[in-house]
């Protein structure tokens, strides 16, 4: 039964992504790409995914160790009192000549918003680690996932009537938390437009890696359920 959890939500997510990317309509396909991501329903933890990600200093302390930039504050200033660079905390997961668009996408958030992201990110992994969904589906998965989520139960006999804790439950678990994409150092960059969001950072592997994220009721969340690899260092 856990198989057939996992294809729906796989197939809804991949089917959710083309439509929204779809919606770029004329549009700069890498820019319209990293749109249909940042607003993308639920996909499945792939291999990599694991839990208990380590948390770093509050206000993104430790992004600013992986981004190589001058110390800024939490708002986001130099200690000189002067606005950071337009990309300053991501400038480290960027690719000379390669597709940054989610190292580039909006602007740089503030540091109370990657502690936010952070909060969500961390329950991400625990509840990968785990298997239980409850925090997860009652705090932290944005409402367009829920419903989506919903849409699967009620259509999928192997799964109707489930709730969203008992349908993600069917995903794979990855006791321990050993896993190459789990966050290490906390959030280096938050990447903001409007209400959409990527939380970027630095895996157990060193490899950077982006979250979308959503702001609803001043509480910015998942909007996928693993992270995407960066082509950057």
């Known amino acids: 039964m856990g198989g057939a959890w996992k294809l729906w939500i796989l197939l809804v997510a991949a089917a959710s992504a083309l439509a929204l990317s779809a919606c770029g309509g004329g ?18 933890p792939g291999q990599a995914a694991a839990g208990g990600s380590e948390k770093g200093a ?23 009192g002067s606005p950071p660079a337009k990309h300053e905390r991501s400038s480290a997961f960027r690719t000379p000549g390669g597709d940054n668009s989610i190292q580039e996408y909006g602007a740089e958030g503030k540091g109370s918003d990657r502690t936010d992201a952070e909060s969500s990110i961390d329950a991400l992994y625990a ?11 009652d705090k932290y998965l944005s ?16 799964i109707k009537g489930k709730g969203c804790a008992e349908v993600l439950g069917g995903l794979n678990q990855v006791p321990g938390g050993q896993s190459p994409d789990r966050p290490q150092g906390g959030i280096a960059s938050m990447r903001i437009e409007g209400n959409t969001a990527f939380a970027i950072y630095r895996g157990a592997d060193g490899k950077g890696y982006a979250l979308p994220l959503k702001l609803e009721g001043g509480v910015w969340k998942l909007t996928a359920l693993a992270p995407t690899p960066l082509q950057g260092p």
């Open 143 to 158: 409402a367009q996932n829920i419903e989506q989520i919903e849409i699967i139960a009620e259509k999928a006999p192997q």
């Open 58 to 80: 509050q206000g993104g302390g430790a992004g600013q160790g992986a981004s190589g930039g001058g110390g800024s504050s939490g708002g986001g200033t130099t200690q000189q």
């Open 127 to 137: 509840a990968i680690s785990s298997g239980n969904w409850g925090e997860i589906c």
């Open 27 to 44: 549009g700069d396909s890498s820019t319209a790409g990293t749109e249909a991501a940042a607003e993308s329903t639920a996909q499945a």
